[in-house]
């Protein structure tokens, strides 16, 4: 595996992109290696393209110089995709990557193919931050850096609940925090703490769900009039999913929210036996065995029998 060190030899002109709709992983790794870079090859020039990630995370250091247009034509000498499954996730930043002179994947998708010149890929690791730590020399991990990386882990872990999470995720978290910053506060301001619009969306989501195949499903869907009714966006629905999914009895939960008319995002989280990568693979998306998405076509209850299926086909084999 190459070091950070050799992918940027001979390089001036740097790009970073990550995948729409950005969450902390994504956020994190993409400000995590542009920290980096900047505390490190400072006669290196380094912009990150990503769509505008929520307020939360306006905290991390460089976040405030995140390109959010793509107006300009320039070619990049490397183009880092991070913490995106496939090219087209990288959305209307993908003609810099298709520009660039050489391109770099670093990512922990396990349904990531490999679509850049060099692809480093690592299913098992909880988080592309955990992943970018390996790339980078310790002694040279500034605060910021830190702070960022640790951010994109705690959030894909779940603040280090969910199955993903291993020795060497704690490992890497815990010497992360050896370099001097308010971890706790962190996960209280951009995991658990919600604005009230985000709470009333979420407890309609609740309010509404519903439970199939014996309880071992529970599902709940969003409508485009309901978000326009509490005044909510995309990013106002994160960790709804993660709501459901801590149900008793459950095994797989569902949100879905309505892009367009009959078109729907869908989020998945399964407990222990589910693989929903594999079902959401099957519907053009992907992600992780735990914890995948993809998008659908069709009635709220149309999409929610194609999925059923494909899930009471994993626990019948598994039973």
Known sequence: MNSLESMLSGVTTVAIGGHVRPDGDCVGSCLGLYNYIRDNFQEIQVTVYLEQPSK???FMQGADHICSGDEEDVVYDLFFALDCG????????????????????IDHHISNVGFADENYIKGELSSTCEFLCEFMENQKISVETAKCLYTGIAHDTGVFQYSNTTSKTLNTAGMLIDKGFDFSRIIDETFYQKTYKQKQITGR???????????????????????EFYGVTPQDLDGIVSQLRTTEGVEVAIFLYELSPQVYKVSMRSKQCVNVSEIAGFFGGGGHIRAAGCTMQGSMYDVINNLTEHIEKQLLTEN
């Open 56 to 58: 939360v995370f306006s």
């Open 86 to 105: 496939d090219k087209e996730r990288l959305g209307k930043f993908v003609k810099y990557f298709d520009a660039a002179r050489h391109t770099v994947c």
């Open 205 to 227: 989501a609740l309010l509404e769900s519903i439970m199939v195949l014996d309880g071992k499903v529970i599902f709940s869907a969003v409508r485009a009039k309901d978000m």
